[in-house]
């Protein structure tokens, strides 16, 4: 049959066994704070060995002879003192949690808590001998003393000032680790409440044993929140590292060719890779800023490519993602429903774009265009590189500008628009070794131009050669060069004999209606094995023409 004192030994051994157990578990743990971890198995260890103590009082309560005495006597001494101990090692955890390492110890309440631990300790001691807190009968049965209540008011004024501690600096612990701290101050209270009453229970320790399950438990969290904090941060780390090593990648790109268009459809490559997209693009304001243009496109292997598809599209189908763009926001559809009721959701749905990732491309301040990648499945998440990258790709576009601008000056004469002597050498050279079939070649010098200049001013000048090379320009459109101050020269191949003859004398028609005198050299062959020779021959036929006027008109 079980009786109140067995039930009370089996309670209090199971608990001894699981604070043991639970001290192995923090002591093999690597992964947590070494000072709290070393005060957390103090009070499990402490805790077991209370329990035992509290057992061994249970078993030989009532046992006669020497032996019950000694056992009685020493067990109910280590319950005394070690629930003092363990409360010390409570009142260290604690400041372990709230305070750096030696700014506990400049504190007026923790030194007060520790003074008041080392008296509670000693009357312990005292009580050994004087009976001031208990007392054995004859038959080793414990008695409470008349001052025993001097035993539990101490260790309850440390735990009062912990729990003030506890509450000024609630912000710096979790909300877990208060709880469980707040359970050690809590369920002795509580525990005490009762046994007033009901005496002979062990309901103080065995709620102490309690409170060490919900503080290990609250640890083992905590060791897991930490844990998952590190892993998080690794991983943000490798992240940020994987980005680092994407956008070196994309610099070198970048710089490894001259051709920028090339550069860019190979930068889309590797951000393509990265998000492991189905489409890398690039979409450009158009000059009216009314639309955009796909100019750039990198598509993976199997994907249809779109970007002729994509041509002047209406800003208003893309009304949504612009308010991001406004703010410097980047924009993620999660799925294709999101764009349900807007204007983008038939151009998207077309495309089979369920996932799309965007940045907005702006320069000096100013939305010039936008970033996107189709159908990312990593790192959709994150729209750290395409917000990284758009400040190369808009260098990209600024230095593709300028070439283009460069080349055009290269080019290109500023007065006329028309090609000028550098791109006429390049025609010349680049047909040195070549035969081309029917050519037309015309050499063309305005006659009068220094008369004009003397007389009216360069600007009128100027305005005579800007109406002949509109003219030329007009009739024979790139093939026309202006090789001097006042002389032109057309090269056309393969058109007939017929045409060119026909075009030269509308040119010249043209210009007579417009007051504009000029001397012709024109020549047409079937066939030209040496280009440079017949313009020469042009040039010749000009000259003699122009020979004329000068004798003609004096």
């Not at 490894?256 to 998000?275: M, V």
């Not at 000096?364 to 917000?387: C, E, Q």
């Not at 006329?416 to 390049?426: D, F, H, Q, S, V």
């Amino acid at each position: 049959m079980l009786t109140t004192q067995l039930i009370q030994i089996v309670l209090l051994c199971s608990g001894c066994f699981f604070c043991m157990i639970t001290a192995f578990c923090m002591y093999i743990s690597n992964h947590f704070d070494k000072e709290k971890r070393r005060w957390l198995i103090f009070m499990q260890i402490f805790t077991a060995l209370l329990l035992a103590n509290d057992a061994l009082a249970y078993i030989f309560r009532g046992y006669p002879g020497q032996v019950g005495w000694i056992f009685t006597h020493v067990s109910n001494f280590f319950v005394f003192a070690l629930s003092v101990v363990i409360l010390f090692f409570f009142h260290a955890y604690v400041c372990s949690y709230l305070f750096r390492r030696g700014q506990a110890s400049r504190l007026l309440r923790v030194k007060i808590a520790c003074i008041l631990c080392a008296l509670a300790l000693a009357l312990v001691i005292i009580s050994q001998f004087t009976n001031l807190y208990y007392y054995f009968d004859e038959q080793n049965y414990y008695h409470r003393s008349s001052l025993y209540m001097l035993s539990m008011l101490l260790p309850y004024a440390v735990m009062g000032i912990d729990l003030s501690l506890l509450i000024q600096y609630r912000q710096k612990i979790r909300r877990r680790i208060f709880w469980s701290m707040i359970s050690y101050i809590s369920f002795p209270l509580i525990a005490a409440a009762i046994q007033a009453e009901c005496y002979g229970i062990s309901l103080i320790n065995l709620s102490i044993c309690l409170s060490m399950i919900v503080m290990f438990v609250a640890s083992i969290g905590e060791q897991n929140y930490e844990m998952y904090q590190i892993l998080k941060k690794k991983s943000k780390v490798e992240e940020r590292l994987e980005i680092s090593s994407t956008l070196n990648q994309c610099v070198k790109v970048l710089l490894a060719d001259e051709d920028i268009d090339i550069s860019l459809h190979n930068l889309f490559g590797i951000i393509n890779q990265y998000f492991d997209g189905d489409r890398t693009y690039l979409f450009e304001l158009t000059k009216d800023k009314t639309a955009i243009d796909n100019t750039y496109e990198y598509v993976k292997d199997g994907v249809t490519p779109q970007k002729d598809n994509l041509q002047g599209v209406d800003l208003s189908v893309i009304d949504g993602w612009m308010e991001y763009f406004k703010e410097d926001k980047p924009y993620y559809m999660s799925k294709l429903e999101q764009e349900n009721g807007h204007a983008s959701y038939e151009v998207l749905e077309e495309q089979d774009i369920s996932r799309l990732l965007a940045v907005p491309i702006k320069e000096k301040g100013k939305f010039i265009g936008f970033l996107g990648v189709d159908n990312p499945r990593n790192h959709y998440d994150d729209a750290t590189l395409l917000s990284s990258i758009q400040y190369f790709i808009i260098n990209s576009l600024k230095a593709k500008t300028h070439h283009q601008e460069l080349h055009y000056l290269s080019y290109r004469d500023m007065l006329t628009g028309l090609y000028n002597r550098n791109k006429y050498i390049r025609i010349v050279e680049s047909y040195s070794d070549k035969k081309v079939c029917d050519v037309g070649a015309c050499y063309i010098d305005l006659n009068g131009l220094k008369k004009m200049n003397d007389q009216f001013g360069h600007e009128a000048g100027d305005r005579l050669i800007k109406s002949a090379a509109n003219l030329m320009s007009e009739l024979f459109e790139d093939h026309v060069y202006r090789v001097g101050g006042d002389e032109f020269v057309i090269v056309v191949k393969e058109w007939g004999n017929e045409d060119f003859a026909n075009k030269i004398k509308c040119l010249k028609s043209k210009m007579k209606e417009q007051d504009i005198s000029a001397s012709f050299g024109m020549l047409w062959k079937s066939s030209v094995e040496d280009l440079e020779s017949m313009l020469k021959q042009a040039d010749f036929i000009m000259y003699q023409e122009k020979q004329q006027y000068h004798l003609q008109n004096g």
